[in-house]
């Protein structure tokens, strides 16, 4: 099973601030999903980055997929408390099982 | 549309009792399904996957086991509950494009 590294594990900013997450592994990542989960739900899918050095856009969020396809960034802009949750990233293995990383923990304080 | 029940929604059982949990699925038919584990604020592991009725695949040995008696419905079972066992479970289905589509999850208190 191949591991997916988050970091960091917890983040505790101000509203207005910006911050990157990080999600690296030592092995090719055949594509890569980002979620976010609020307490006690389930994650949500915010995006799939699949293809080397792709970078997608959802509103403040922006998603960074290495050239290697081995690491990958999710950078907020001026985050709101509405950000504030666990962030997952996950790698699809064999085409049937989701492995997630650790997550990192996301306060944003108004 | 596509939806997805898990229940129930909080469960506080005694160490050495059995365990049910029921996860289903509508709007979609031959799903795979997932059940997940998740300690408090931390990342999800994956404890049972299935492809299809009465095919399952076990990620982690454990207190734990897991069945798919019918097409849209996956089932995680014990026979006896242990401490360890306590947990936030989450099922899932997957949809088009290899997303995962989440439960609302059920919270465990093993006491």
């Known amino acids: 099973t191949q591991l997916l590294e988050q970091s960091p594990q917890f983040l505790s900013i101000q509203e207005g601030e910006n911050l990157t997450v990080y999600c690296n592994s030592s092995?090719?990542?055949?594509?890569l999903q980002w979620y976010r989960q609020e307490p006690g739900e389930g994650p949500v899918l915010l995006v799939t980055?699949?293809?080397?050095?792709e970078v997608k856009k959802l509103k403040r969020l922006t998603f960074q997929f290495g050239d290697a396809r081995k690491d990958s960034s999710l950078h907020i802009t001026a985050a709101q408390p509405g950000d504030t949750g666990l962030y997952l990233c996950g790698n699809m293995e064999y085409g049937n099982k989701l492995v997630f990383g650790a997550g990192t923990i996301l306060r944003v304080k108004s | 549309s596509q939806t997805i029940h898990q229940w129930p929604a909080t469960l506080v059982q005694p160490v050495g009792s059995p365990l049910s949990l029921e996860c289903t699925v509508e709007?979609?038919?031959?799903?795979?399904l997932y059940w997940y584990r998740q300690a408090a604020g931390r990342g999800l592991q994956l404890l049972f996957y299935s492809v299809g009725i009465g095919q399952i695949s076990s990620e982690v040995p454990q207190n734990l086991s897991a069945s798919r008696p019918q097409d849209r419905q996956f089932i995680l079972s014990s026979k006896k509950l242990l401490l360890s066992d306590s947990g936030f479970y989450l099922c899932a289905y997957r949809g088009t494009n290899e997303k995962l589509f989440f439960g609302s999850g059920t919270q465990l208190s093993v006491l």
């Open positions: 092995s090719v990542f055949s594509s």
């Open positions: 709007g979609t038919s031959n799903p795979n």
């Open positions: 980055v699949v293809t080397g050095g």
